[in-house]
């Protein structure tokens, strides 16, 4: 916690805190929103097997990012409309 206090400073408003929170939020849900198959892929193995180390869940994300794709382009390369 002392790292965002120096980062953002300690003399924040109630107001100002409430705002950076709630950006934060936003910010968080958008990212979780425009990677849902990925999360609902991670959320499904984590489900399966409680845990994944760091080799494991980039291998998943590659292999999520690659499968996207693929559904995302034509034959030619080219992304459907």
Known sequence: MSKCWTFIGEDLTEQESLELRNAGYMRARGLILAHESKVALLAERL???GRMDASEFTKL??????SFLHLQL???GRMRA
């Open 74 to 76: 034509g034959s030619r």
């Open 47 to 49: 489900a399966d097997d």
């Open 61 to 66: 994300m590659k292999r999520s990012a690659e």
